[in-house]
């Protein structure tokens, strides 16, 4: 995968979802249909983006053992939340209309431990990781404070649920687009 790639089109990718949903949700429902399926298709996407993010900014961060816990922490977040969109998914695609999705969603969420590992906590890691890495990047001086601040105001934003991800997809963008990806960082950023 071409990083800058990854590190342009994984925010956008998140913005396109967020647009899509917000289209999707005109009618006052979310799902099933083609908005639902193509708004998760895109998320999903950009999720799997975030997977050489990770690698780009743990290498930039030092490799270290911190940097690698970080960024073991961000990926699980991913794969958690990979998994919830992959499940939002299949219901959309196998209901007939929104009162049998809820059904269903109702039903894997009963199911022992899913509700915390992929529907709340789990998620949760991919923008913790997001925030130290890039937290642990601007205090060595590997990026500029700028894009840190993005970053968090992304994370903290996200807390305010799905509704504010245009929002989020945005200074996401802001924190990872143009991104310096060679090895020109200070020797402090390996520890």
Sequence with gaps: ????????TAPLLVTVYAGIRVLDGLDGERGPGPAWTSGHLAFLAALILFVPVFLELRRLAGRGLFATTVAVVGLVGAICSMAQISVDIVVGALAADHEAMRGMFANIRSVPGVNVVIYTVGPVLLFLGLLV???QLAAVRAVPVWRAVAVVLAVLVSLLGLDTLPAVGLLLYAGLASFPRR???PATARS
């Excluded at 995968?1 to 342009?8: G, L």
């Design 133 to 135: 890495l890039f937290c």
């Design 183 to 185: 090895g020109v960082f």
């Design 1 to 8: 995968m071409n990083k800058p790639v990854a590190f342009t």
